[in-house]
């Protein structure tokens, strides 16, 4: 099997098609997607965004060090596209896609109401990497929509249609193929 070689490049997908709201002290807000986001911690219950500071959410998250990570579906990828190819120093998003802001419990950042997982964040440090800056952030609350709890309270996560981003491409999730452990899972025996 022939390999070839490419110049160095980010190539790990899928990745997050997440809408990330942020607020500036004046109380404006926006929405910028971002695939570059994701769990860096467990406990404490840390993620981040990665930012390049030309963008105009990025005061708003240096000024208040706060922000919401809401997860995307199929429902809402027009609107997450549009986010992320649209500046809001332009045009408002939330009047354009048709979003509806909501409040957040813990931080002064909107949550999106159509989103089914909204992770509100607070920044803990701002690391200079190059094109874009990681703000690191403390998960505070995560809110979900109770129309996604199934009978027994479980929270049906996997029934969102949540979507990711590859390659150029928003997908939906797919079929599971397997769980945690099952790999190691030992085989009941038939009697």
Known sequence: MARQTWKPGNMVYPVPAAMVTAADKKGNTNIITIAWTGTICSD??????????ERY?????KETGEFVINLTTRKTAF???YCGVRSGRDVDKWKETGLTPGKASKVS?????????????RVTEI???GSHDMFMAEVVAVDVDEKY???KGKFDLNGTGLIAYSHGEYRELGKAVGKFGYSVQKKRRKV
């Open 44 to 53: 404490p219950p840390m993620t981040y965004v990665s930012v390049k500071p």
């Open 79 to 81: 609107a997450a596209d």
């Open 149 to 151: 709890m199934n009978e």
């Open 127 to 129: 690391k200079h990497l």
């Open 109 to 121: 950042a909107p949550i999106i109401e159509e989103c089914p997982v909204n992770i509100e964040c």
């Open 57 to 61: 959410s990025y005061h708003m998250l």
